[in-house]
Nanobody, 123 residues
Framework: EVQLVESGGGLVQAGGSLRLSCAAS????????IAWFRQAPGKEREGVSC????????HYAKSLKGRFTISSDNAKNTVYLEMNGLKPEDTAVYYC????????????????WGQGTQVTVSA
């Protein structure tokens, strides 16, 4: 059974940091790209960052690069999203997803999704 389990969300003040984790199981991690998406209330799901399970290459949404860092630990089948300098507009449910394409725009290309973790940034 394929599972993606996110953790690490919570409430943080503006300027603070959080590290999200996505633990994957049930598929060959190295064959997939793992991406983080987020969705704020009333808004469309937005791609944040993506990492290749094969070679560790990364993609970022241009507006977030520099504050967010994605990394993966293939031995643990886990992907992390380090978020620094958080802003109230970063408030959203953050999802991780696994797919064969390394992309943060083609949402429909991802085969597997986690349940999401809430990140709330207070002003």
């Amino acid at each position: 059974e394929v599972q993606l389990v996110e953790s690490g969300g919570g409430l943080v003040q503006a300027g603070g940091s959080l590290r999200l984790s996505c633990a994957a199981s049930g598929f060959t991690f190295a064959d997939y790209a793992i991406a983080w998406f987020r969705q704020a209330p009333g808004k469309e799901r937005e791609g944040v960052s993506c990492v290749s399970g094969r070679d560790g290459s990364t993609h970022y949404a241009k507006s977030l690069k520099g504050r967010f860092t994605i990394s993966s630990d293939n031995a643990k089948n886990t992907v992390y999203l380090e978020m620094n300098g958080l802003k109230p507009e970063d408030t959203a449910v953050y999802y991780c997803a696994a797919g064969l394409l390394q992309t943060i725009t083609a949402v429909d290309s991802f085969d597997y999704w986690g349940q999401g973790t809430q990140v709330t940034v207070s002003a």
